[in-house]
């Protein structure tokens, strides 16, 4: 497993993320899906694991917002 080092240039939580199914279905933006977690980031520190669905960030559905707006969260 990949160690955590915080990225300069942005606040990153330590995952790798993709669109759900759901979304690329639909053709509408929808929830993403973690699809790993770095050991020792503030993601695992959170609890998140493989699969577990980002629906929210800070109360904003992530069903209305863009790809490039999502991508700057």
């Not at 955590?4 to 759901?22: F, K, M, T, W």
């Not at 520190?45 to 209305?64: E, K, N, T, Y």
Request: without cysteine.
């Amino acid at each position: 497993m990949a160690k955590y080092e915080r990225p300069a240039d942005n606040g990153g939580i330590g995952v790798s993320l993709r669109q759900s199914a759901s979304g690329s279905i639909s053709g509408t933006p929808g929830p993403v899906e973690i699809v790993s977690v770095i050991e020792g980031s503030p993601a695992a520190a959170a609890g998140l694991r493989p699969g577990d669905m980002i629906v929210a960030v800070d109360g904003l559905s992530l069903i209305h917002i863009s790809e490039p707006t999502r991508l700057g969260m």
